[in-house]
């Protein structure tokens, strides 16, 4: 056993043993069973969904085209099935595996080179390190594309967000060029307030977009592409190869549809919250990125070893029973420590300026 899993099997076991949590949720599987079953009924679900026809699913597919001002949705139980799906078809149609799209994609990091094993899908990079890329780091990729992919916010650099010039730029090069951009929408529903400007304008820009109901929205898992009827066609041909067709998936549904009920209107108040939680840090001795949150969800820089500090974190957790944030983690600079935070309804609870206390004394000693 490593030092870090033994770490992670501790951290763990004392977040059980917590009351309360202050960052994202904090939940038992009894509970959120028992809730997805009151819901049923409170929504009206009294019918299973058949390998993702009817019921829970096909009302989540109608409210999320609704919302987003697409002609149609589609329901997948994973995000990374859903666009490696959906960037499939767009390089299928224009005769081109070369995707573009910037450098700390999830797609490049996280998914085991999956798009280009399964799918041949080739790399050209948008943008390198911590930036959002813009109409001109577009026209800078010579040659015929596939597709071209945003996400926002860009979440490894720190949920970064362009502004809305910037996003509007690209949509029009994209355009032009003839090139279908798709938006990694993976967290749309926390971005939207920075924007202040409606889903379907947002969701305008793009010519697919995926969005996931297990972030902000709270539900198990899954996530939804929407995009004109064809291409939503071609999708669920593309779910049932990649195994994604599931023989039921209500309770996902339902979970998701409980978060659009109750979670994604509060999200300008979870970025509020966000931003006066940042602006408290300063002063006991740590840095957020980006300086100014455009959502509810941002990185904590501080000086320090990431063994020493943790060890702080969890004494109190043991001390207050509240799980504070997840643990640190040491950055390139030995001296410095970082970790992500991400409010929604559980930190509206607290003051923010007492959770800027015990981030500083995990932090400081």
């Known amino acids: 056993m490593t030092d870090e899993t033994d770490f992670t099997d501790r951290f763990r076991a004392a977040a059980r043993s917590c009351d309360r949590t202050v960052f994202w949720r904090l939940t038992r599987p009894a509970d959120d069973l028992a809730r997805l079953a009151a819901a049923c009924t409170e929504l009206g679900i009294d019918e299973w969904d058949g390998y993702g026809s009817r019921g829970a699913v096909t009302e989540l597919e109608s409210q999320v085209a609704a919302l987003l001002g697409k002609p149609a ?202 931003r006066s939680l940042a602006a408290a840090l300063p002063s006991r001795g740590l840095r957020v990125h980006p300086a100014e949150p455009g959502m509810c969800t941002f990185e904590v820089y501080a000086d320090g070893v990431a063994e020493e500090v943790n060890e702080r974190l969890l004494d109190l957790m043991a001390a207050e029973r509240t799980v504070l944030c997840g643990p640190f983690r040491q950055t390139d600079d030995p001296g410095t420590v970082v970790t992500e935070v991400s409010c929604y309804a559980a930190a509206t609870a607290y003051d923010p300026e007492k959770v800027a206390d015990w981030l500083g004394q995990v932090v400081n000693g």
């Open 73 to 274: 949705a589609l329901f997948v139980p994973s995000g990374t099935l859903a666009q490696q799906a959906v960037l499939r078809i767009w390089c299928d149609r224009s005769g081109s595996r070369r995707v573009a799209l910037p450098d700390l994609s999830h797609l490049v990091h996280h998914e085991e080179d999956g798009p280009r094993r399964l799918h041949g899908l080739e790399w050209e990079f948008l943008t390198t390190g911590r930036r959002t890329p813009v109409a001109a780091d577009l026209a800078a990729v010579p040659g015929r594309l596939g597709a071209a992919l945003t996400e926002l916010p860009l979440r490894d650099a720190g949920c970064l967000l362009p502004s809305w010039d910037d996003l509007v730029g690209l949509s029009a090069a994209a355009r032009e060029r003839g090139v279908p951009l798709h938006l990694d929408g993976a967290r749309l529903w926390e971005s939207q307030p920075f924007y202040d400007r409606p889903l379907p304008e947002i969701a305008g820009l793009f010519d697919s977009v995926y969005v996931s109901f297990y972030k902000g929205l709270g539900a198990q898992a899954g996530a939804c592409v929407v995009a004109d009827q064809d291409v939503v066609d071609e999708l669920r041909v593309w779910r049932k190869r990649m195994g994604g067709t599931l023989f039921a998936m209500t309770p996902y549904a339902v979970g998701a549809l409980l978060g659009l009920r109750d979670e994604l209107p509060r999200m300008g108040e979870y970025a509020d919250w966000a």
